[in-house]
């Protein structure tokens, strides 16, 4: 078990451009999170899935951004369109349902829009 | 007002000092508490994680709850130069969801 894996861990990309990241969370956990987190700041929450099931979103989730996670596996975020305050560290985590052992984060993917 | 309050410092303590992190929240409905450290450009790493009121020790960390005074904190012991990192409360009312974290406090560990 090599943890929460998530590439590219850097991005540069030009304002307008879409973007898609990808979280391989730790195998048998069957929660996933998607976070973002700017300098300075704790991370904010986007999403979770349970299994391939999207149960909740933060209203941050604006409508140019989806996440999926088919096959209850690994997950993709990606961002249309960006902006520059889209530039951010999105972090993603991986629990087990019902284990009060808290969140295991990968190391991020870090999104910089220019 | 944020869910979540955290001095966000910096805190700068000798080594072998005691450091003394704290949050407080507003939402009496929070249960479960974390503290994550955060090395920089790195993703936070799980250090203690609690759940309602009352102490946890593990090594020469502690964490406690207090719900009352909506109140949580971190001691370190013994701190030394590697516990210079960002160290980030967050607490949820659920298992499993969302997580409010801090802002982070920033600890530098002088050798």
């Known amino acids: 078990d090599t943890g929460v894996s998530q590439n590219p861990r850097h991005k540069i990309t030009k304002r307008g451009q879409n973007v898609t990241f990808r979280c391989d969370p730790i195998?048998?956990?069957?929660?996933l999170y998607w976070y973002r987190q700017t300098l300075g700041q704790g991370p904010e929450f986007l999403t979770y899935f349970q299994n391939e099931a999207q149960l909740e979103k933060s209203r941050l989730l604006s409508d140019r951004f989806s996440a999926e996670r088919p096959k209850g596996s690994f997950s993709t975020l990606e961002i249309q369109r960006t902006e520059q305050g889209d530039s951010a560290m999105y972090l993603c985590a991986s629990s087990l349902i019902d284990r009060n052992n808290g969140y295991t984060f990968g190391s991020g993917t870090r999104l910089t829009v220019v | 007002q944020k869910e979540v309050e955290q001095d966000p410092g910096p805190l700068s303590v000798p080594e072998g000092a005691i450091v003394s992190l704290n949050c407080t929240y507003s939402?009496?409905?929070?249960?479960?508490f974390m503290w994550y450290r955060q090395y920089s450009r790195k993703g936070p790493e799980l250090l203690m994680y609690t759940y309602s009121s009352g102490n946890k020790e593990d090594g020469r960390f502690t964490a406690q709850v207090d719900k009352s005074s909506k109140y949580i904190s971190l001691f370190i012991r013994d701190s030394q130069p590697s516990d210079s990192a960002t160290y980030l409360c967050?607490?949820?009312?659920?298992?499993?969801?969302?997580?409010?974290f801090g802002t982070g406090t920033s600890l530098t560990v002088i050798p």
């Open positions: 939402n009496s409905a929070f249960q479960y």
């Open positions: 967050a607490m949820s009312a659920r298992s499993g969801n969302q997580f409010y």
């Open positions: 195998s048998e956990h069957n929660r």
